[in-house]
């Protein structure tokens, strides 16, 4: 039985290639010609979300600051999936910038139907160590980014045609993470601000949702919290489903919420941890030697 089921997970690859092989789940064209806005699309998580979007018929923007690394990825996603992507350089801090690429995209497509807030940011850091400044970035760039982008595409175009939002969360919030104050204080907002924005904007024809996601493998933000020694360690026993998640789990979490699949769901978090915030350790020394080793290594 434990053999079957691990025979279930998706294909996935650990860098930010495109997969060489994808098993539809969902009908091919659930997303048919619609267009999603993805910040933080370049890479990780919010890449793969981009790439079985358009395997599923949508038209795509990958927005961050990087543009040349938008542009290699938008390529690459726009030759596996036979659909359009825009790359779009923008820094969620910065309305201005965020308006900018919202014309543009509606010039370009003549709509928006997904926006897909996975801008963040984050590290290790004991809250004592943590600068004043590190704490303001990360709030800066999880929620006031998340709120800059949702207002900015409802003034646009949702509010007079409705869409579909889906946050991507945390679930450090959940039980006091250690040395994770800055990034489980952000998501908390923005699981507040997912609730209160599906209140307020439902009435327009607009679903908000989020993914809070647990560890996942092949991306930034599991090498960065300290992902791999964990997994040697053999820690993620601990984890009811005995595993790190990988990005096409969490882009069909996505894909779910952002179709007419969940129609009747807004103001929902949808958790794709594996179990791992019910039964999983707040180790604090753990990650605190984890993070020690980091600041030596870094010296």
Same mark, same amino acid.
């Given at each position: 039985?434990?053999?079957?089921?691990?025979?279930?997970?998706?294909?996935?690859?650990?860098?930010?290639?495109?997969?060489?092989?994808?098993?539809?789940?969902?009908?091919? /064209?659930? $997303?048919? =010609?619609?267009? *999603?806005?993805?910040?933080?699309?370049?890479?990780?998580?919010?890449?793969?979300? %981009?790439?079985?979007?358009?395997r599923h018929g949508c038209d795509t923007v990958i927005a961050?600051?990087?543009?040349?690394?938008?542009?290699?990825?938008?390529?690459?996603l726009s030759a596996v999936s036979g659909r359009r992507c825009l790359?779009?350089?923008?820094?969620?801090?910065?309305?201005?910038?965020?308006?900018?690429?919202?014309?543009?995209?509606?010039?370009?497509?003549?709509?928006? /139907?997904? $926006?897909? =807030?996975?801008? *963040?940011?984050?590290?290790?850091c004991p809250a004592s160590s943590l600068s004043?400044? %590190?704490?303001?970035?990360?709030?800066?760039?999880?929620?006031?980014?998340?709120?800059?982008?949702?207002?900015?595409?409802?003034?646009k175009w949702f509010k007079e045609h409705?869409?579909?939002?889906v946050n991507i969360s945390a679930t450090l919030a959940y039980r006091g993470q250690a040395l994770q104050v800055h990034a489980g204080s952000a998501k908390a907002a923005n699981d507040a601000m997912t609730k209160h924005l599906a209140v307020e904007w439902g009435p327009n024809g607009v679903r908000v949702n989020a993914v809070a996601p647990g560890p996942i493998s092949g991306t930034e933000g599991f090498r960065r919290l300290g992902g791999s020694s964990v997994e040697a360690l053999a820690s993620f026993h601990s984890i009811p489903l005995q595993r790190a998640g990988n990005k096409t789990e969490m882009a069909h979490c996505t894909l779910f919420l952002a179709s007419r699949a969940s129609s009747y769901m807004t103001g929902a978090i949808l958790v794709a941890d594996g179990g791992a915030w019910l039964t999983s350790p707040n180790d604090f020394s753990t990650l605190l030697g984890y993070w020690s080793s980091e600041k030596k290594r870094d010296k």
């Open positions: 039985m434990a053999e079957a089921q691990r025979n279930e997970v998706p294909e996935d690859v650990g860098s930010d290639d495109c997969l060489t092989s994808y098993t539809h789940i969902y009908a091919p /064209d659930l $997303l048919k =010609n619609q267009v *999603a806005f993805i910040t933080g699309g370049g890479s990780g998580i919010g890449l793969r979300i %981009a790439e079985i979007f358009m961050s600051r990087n543009l040349d690394k938008l542009k290699e990825a938008a390529k690459a790359p779009m350089c923008i820094d969620v801090r910065q309305p201005d910038t965020i308006v900018a690429a919202v014309e543009d995209t509606l010039k370009e497509f003549g709509r928006i /139907d997904i $926006l897909i =807030n996975n801008a *963040a940011g984050n590290f290790l004043f400044n %590190a704490f303001k970035t990360v709030l800066e760039i999880d929620t006031m980014g998340t709120f800059n982008t949702s207002k900015v595409v409802y003034e409705g869409g579909n939002i």
